[in-house]
DNA sequence: GTCTATATCGGGATAGAC
DNA sequence: GTCTATCCCGATATAGAC
């Protein structure tokens, strides 16, 4: 049983990899199950075997790729360090980390547009708690250490320009560099250092 | 002729407004011809005796959308206000045109990765030219009006906090306001005011 | 220019052998 | 569990009447 239940999740794996791949570049409506079973080495007929339907196979990777992303965002806001510290390592750790999949969050924003009201339920059974960092926020703007500002614009604003310019690498490539992808690359890299300093230049009490 | 080239042109543009509703929402894969006909309140194979195919339809759509845009940013960037004032009435007018569009950037980005040959061709041959703004920047610095920065890493951040928190609404309503609609639409009007103000905090010599 | 009817084909899904 | 062969529907596209 052992050597047949890993073959089984093998597989199983090895096809969830692979049509995470094609959904996040072509989308559910662009995404063949052919191409998901080649990129897999299986046949189409065994795609059907362990996911029954190409929605359930899609429903799979949106969920995996969700709860994945979120702990990810979680686990940075609830660290100990200062405040200033603190978005100078979320803004590091999240641009590497959208840099691995930049295509991952016009995925979801795309998903989330075509088929608002399934997939939101997908979206909202995993939750994120953002309250304990806008307290923090609050805390700081009391002591006097930054500015009167309003947490929630503070935190989208933080967001924004950490993936946008990952996420609008096709046109902002071309905009500004003439597609020249290193140049580009290496933009987002001084990014790493400068939104922070961008942001905590805005904030601090002077 | 008169009356012919009237109707013509009129059921042409019917076409193109249903097509332009129904991409956008849907990207071109998840369209469907039908639908749009629908929409144009006509048959599917007017469409085809218009434009040619499917693909053909999604060019034109593509091509109006961009050329409609590109205009619309340039405009603004030479305009002949003082930098601070600009900042402001630039946010201003651009959160406002992308709320009334709001899923066309995700749109364009889609479809960017989907086929990055073929539409990128399309893209290039409208240009846009950043770099009098650019200038504009480099002799506020210059001048000791703002602090050194990387133009464009001013220019990227700018258009980030514009842009992402529109684009990602579905997201962020949820995350920050469960799913309160109304009170979303009033952080983003907020944000006219907010995001130039955090910008001209973050630059201004002191 | 606009419609109805139909050809054609691609792709998701199932049957059944191994 | 994995494969081959096949079904069947939906969607683009065309033919042809009006």
């Known amino acids: 049983m052992s050597e ?6 093998n597989t199983e794996q090895n096809i969830l990899e692979a049509a995470k791949v094609v959904f996040v570049a072509k989308g559910m409506d662009g995404a063949r199950m052919q191409e998901i079973a080649d990129k897999a080495g299986i046949n189409k007929a065994l795609l059907h075997y362990y996911f029954r339907s190409k929605d359930k196979l899609f429903e799979a990777v949106f969920v995996e790729i969700l709860s994945k992303l979120i702990p ?3 686990e940075l806001l609830l660290s100990e360090l200062p405040l200033f510290e603190k978005i100078r390592k979320f803004t590091q750790h ?3 980390t959208i840099r691995e999949n930049p295509l991952i969050p016009v ?3 795309h ?13 909202k059974s995993m939750g994120i708690q ?3 960092f806008i307290d923090e926020i609050k805390r700081e703007i009391g002591k006097g250490t930054i500015v009167p500002i309003d947490p929630l614009h503070l935190i989208v604003n933080l ?9 609008a690498q096709p046109i902002m490539q071309h905009l500004i560099f003439e597609e020249n992808g290193e140049a580009y690359s290496a933009f987002l890299e001084q990014r790493k250092k400068e939104v922070p300093e961008f942001i905590i230049n805005s904030i601090r009490k002077k």
């Open 94 to 96: 999240y641009i590497d």
């Open 4 to 9: 047949m239940a890993e073959k089984n999740s």
């Open 72 to 74: 990810d965002i979680s």
């Open 130 to 132: 953002p309250q304990i």
């Open 107 to 109: 995925f979801i924003l």
């Open 111 to 123: 998903e989330l547009n075509r088929e608002p009201e399934g997939i939101a339920r997908t979206f």
């Open 159 to 167: 967001l924004s320009m950490c993936i946008f310019p990952i996420v």
